[in-house]
Structures are given as structure tokens and as C-alpha cells.
């Protein structure tokens, strides 16, 4: 019986050398580099339920919240990123379960009656072919643990745009309520002003009920401009992963400045394929394919076991000796699977091929959007603004010389809010173009293939085959 002891003994042997190279972190402190190396934000993986009671989110509520603010609130405090990084953890297992063998059968017979002694067999099994092919299934296992930990840190930076995006939305929606409050206001003067010059016949019925309706207008807009407010402010208090009673938060109502410069296209080019993280993916993928393959090819031979054999006959007449099982390759050449780790191996070669042509486009386009938006930026800031400003104060000297009217003067202010209106608009076109360049530098944009590269876990474990993923465990 000493070599079935020494079969089982080996393949603990190769368990232990197996799991060792699997990190005990699940690849957290990977997925924190890469977040930190393109956000300069910092994350955390929590046991348990999210608390709201972190000290550092109680000092960065304290004082005004930035964009920067947001994002770190939301890499320490968002229940669904934790659930995220909580995927680190079946990729660690679905690694340790590829650099693991199956484990030695046992089979044990007593048969009945029989003189003088009793007979019985025993049979131990360790199967060859996971002894063979598991340095091929452990290239696969951590191809495949790799991809997860860019798919994980995509997800990381992919929540970091979304909550800034959030922000970005809430201080429009608070600047817009500043605008619409200051049109109330000015269509109240207006609208009191009709009346008391309809009192006094200089002005006729019609017109006092357009100014009166303009300030009912006036109204409404900014009643449906504080939900929307409210609206944004309360996706963003979820986003933070904040609670009722940690809402007493106050928010900067002014963008930041422009950035000096941005990218060239040169710089872009220089450091697009270390960057995107879909490509990253998708070379994991290919090297997932190719280990997996000769694993395919040798699928014919199935399960072939060696063993030792022991048995009693019922005279007492002991034998031993060594076993085998093999199949009989008759019906099933393992042509299928050849047929289906080819396929994906040539799937995976072409999506690569794919990610990259498109990453090219994609980094054109929203830098083309980019720049535009800034441009619309600089024009109003630079010449249409202070251009509405000039009509005002040249407007104002003119009615103090009572050369125009007051409504020609309201009509004037409200140009000029007007175009605050639309230069709002314009700063929150540019910082949403910038969190989405941000992105598609990284590789996580919302592309067709972006949207891909974060399937569910499922659907990412069905990219390679399910046999050649797992160590052989059953």
C-alpha cells in the first residue's frame, strides 16, 4: 500500500505549490494601484455592511464638496462598489480551484458469506491527467484572474465618472436655480411695473397680461428647476453612498477653472495601448485562449487514472498490484472541443483586433468633442458675456437719460441672463467631455465593446472553457 500512500501524498504536494502563487489580497492592491495611477483616488475593500460613520467622510463633508471630494467619498463608502471589489474574491477562488487537482479515490468492497476469512477489496485512484495538465490550467486560471482585476479596476473608474458626472449635473442644477431665481425677480419688477402704468392708462390690457404671464412662467421654471435640483442632489447623496442622516452636506455652486491645456494627440498615441484597459482585457483573454487549447486537444484521453490494487480471497490469499483506467477513444475523438477552444481562440485574437482598431476612433472623437466644448466655453466666458454685460450698462446709462424704457432695460438683463443660462450649459457640456475622454483614455468608455468587456461574472466565465478554467474538481 506504500505507493497509493505516496500518489495522494504527491498530489497534496502539487495542491500546496499550486495555491501558493494565488495572492491572498484577491488582487486588491493591484486594482488600487491601477485606480490610483489613473484617478488619484484611493479605494478600499470593507468587510461587512458600508458605514456612514467614517471619520474620513465626516471631515470631507465638512466645509464645501468638490468634484474630488465626491469621488473619494464614493471609493470608501459606495455599497455597490464594495459589491465590485467583492468579485476579487471568486476570481481568487475560481484561481485556486484552477491550480488545484481532484483529490485520490478510494474504493472499498466486503462481500458476504464466506470461510474462513471474509473477502474484500480495496482499490486507490489518482487521476494523470490533472498531474499532466495543470501547469496549462494554472496559465489559464490566472489569464482569466488577471482579466478580472482590469474588468474590477474598469468598474472602479467607471463609478469614479459616474459620481463626477453627478456632481457636475447638481452644480448646473444649482446655478440654474440662481439664474431662474433672478428672472423671477426681474419679471416680478416687470410685471408690477405693467400694472401700475395699466392703472394709469399708459400701457393697454394685452400687454399687462404678457408681462403678468411671463412672471407666472417665471414661476414654474424655477419651481421645476429646484426638483431638479433636489433630484441630482439626492443621486448624488446615493452615489456617495451616504444615508438620511449624514445629508447636511453643503456643495460648491461654481465649476472648477478650465484645465490649462489638453492632451495632444501625440500624448494620446504615446500612452493609449498601456492605458486602455480593454485592451489589456482582451490580451488576457487571448492568452486565456491559447493556454486553454492544447488542454482541448488532449481531451480524447478523458480521465486515465493509475492506482494500487488490493484484495483478499476468501482462503485468505492476498494479492496486490498496480491499476488503470483509460477510455476506449471509439465515439468521442474530442473533436468538439478542439473545434470549440479553436473557436475561441480565434474570437478572442479578433476581438483584440477590434479593441484596438477602435481605440484610435474612439480617443478622435471625444477629444474632437472635447476641444469643441471648451471652445463654446472660451467664447462665452470671452466675448459673449462681456459682451451681454456692455449692452446693460450702455442700456442702463441710456434709461437714466431717459432715452429707453424700463422694459427695454429688463429686456437687456434678461439677455444677459439668458446667456448665463447657456454658459452653464456650456461649462457642464465640457466636464462631462472630459470625464467621458478620461474614460475612454482608460479603456472603460460606453462603447458597444467597452459594455462587453463588463459583462456579468457568468457570462465571464463562459469566455474559456469551463474545464480548462477549472482545476478538474469535482
Not at 211 to 237: I, P, T
Request: one cysteine or more; hydrophobic letters at 40%.
Amino acid at each position: 500500500m506504500s505507493r497509493a500512500i505516496l500518489v495522494p501524498l504527491g498530489a497534496s504536494l502539487l495542491l500546496v505549490t499550486g495555491c501558493a502563487s494565488v495572492p491572498r489580497d484577491s488582487g486588491l492592491d493591484d486594482v488600487r494601484k491601477a485606480v490610483q495611477e489613473r484617478t488619484h483616488q484611493s479605494l478600499e475593500l470593507k468587510s461587512g455592511a458600508s458605514s456612514t460613520d467614517d471619520p474620513r467622510v465626516a471631515d470631507m463633508l465638512h466645509g464645501e464638496l468638490d468634484a474630488d471630494k465626491a469621488v473619494a467619498i464614493a471609493m470608501i463608502n459606495n455599497p455597490r462598489l464594495q459589491v465590485v471589489l467583492g468579485e476579487l474574491g471568486i476570481a481568487r477562488a475560481d484561481l485556486i480551484e484552477a491550480s488545484t487537482i481532484r483529490n485520490p479515490i478510494a474504493e472499498a468492497e466486503l462481500r458476504f458469506p464466506a470461510s474462513p476469512f471474509r473477502p474484500f477489496e480495496v482499490l486507490v485512484t489518482q487521476t494523470l491527467v490533472d498531474l499532466f495538465l495543470l501547469p496549462r490550467r494554472r496559465a489559464v486560471g490566472k489569464a482569466t484572474f488577471e482579466a478580472e482585476k482590469l474588468r474590477v479596476t474598469g468598474e472602479v473608474i467607471h463609478l469614479g465618472a459616474e459620481v463626477r458626472e453627478s456632481f457636475y449635473d447638481l452644480v448646473a442644477a444649482l446655478q440654474r436655480v440662481g439664474m431662474d431665481r433672478t428672472i423671477v425677480e426681474s419679471a416680478r419688477t416687470s410685471a408690477e411695473l405693467a400694472r401700475r402704468m395699466n392703472s394709469v392708462g399708459n400701457l393697454n390690457d394685452l400687454d399687462l397680461e404678457n408681462e403678468q404671464a411671463r412672471y407666472e412662467e417665471a414661476k414654474l421654471d424655477l419651481a421645476r428647476g429646484e426638483e431638479n435640483a433636489l433630484v441630482r442632489r439626492e443621486k448624488l447623496l446615493r452615489e456617495m453612498g451616504l444615508r438620511d442622516r449624514m445629508i447636511d452636506w453643503k456643495t460648491r455652486e461654481d465649476f472648477p477653472a478650465l484645465a490649462d491645456r489638453e492632451l495632444s494627440q501625440e500624448e494620446i498615441d504615446a500612452s493609449l495601448t498601456s492605458r486602455r484597459l480593454d485592451i489589456s482585457i482582451a490580451q488576457r483573454e487571448v492568452e486565456a485562449a491559447k493556454a486553454a487549447l492544447p488542454i482541448a486537444r488532449t481531451s480524447v484521453v478523458g480521465d486515465i487514472s493509475v492506482g494500487v490494487h488490493q484484495e483478499r480471497e476468501s482462503d485468505g490469499t492476498k494479492t496486490t498490484g498496480p491499476s488503470i483506467q483509460l477510455p476506449i477513444p471509439i465515439f468521442n475523438r474530442g473533436r468538439a472541443g478542439r473545434t470549440r477552444a479553436e473557436a475561441r481562440l480565434a474570437q478572442a485574437e479578433q476581438r483584440l483586433a477590434a479593441v484596438r482598431a477602435e481605440a484610435g476612433s474612439e480617443i478622435r472623437a471625444v477629444r474632437a468633442r472635447l476641444l469643441s466644448t471648451r471652445a463654446r466655453v472660451e467664447y462665452y466666458r470671452d466675448v459673449l458675456l462681456p459682451r451681454r454685460r456692455r449692452i446693460v450698462e450702455l442700456t442702463s446709462l441710456q434709461y437714466n437719460a431717459m432715452l429707453l424704457g424700463l422694459f427695454q432695460l429688463l429686456q437687456a438683463k434678461q439677455n444677459e441672463i439668458n446667456a448665463r443660462h447657456e454658459y452653464i450649459e456650456a461649462q457642464l457640456d465640457y466636464w462631462k467631455a472630459r470625464s467621458d475622454f478620461d474614460l475612454v483614455i482608460n479603456g472603460v468608455g460606453g462603447t458597444e465593446e467597452d459594455n462587453r468587456s463588463r459583462r456579468s461574472p457568468l457570462e465571464r466565465r463562459t469566455m474559456v472553457d469551463e474545464s480548462a478554467i477549472r482545476g478538474g474538481s469535482r
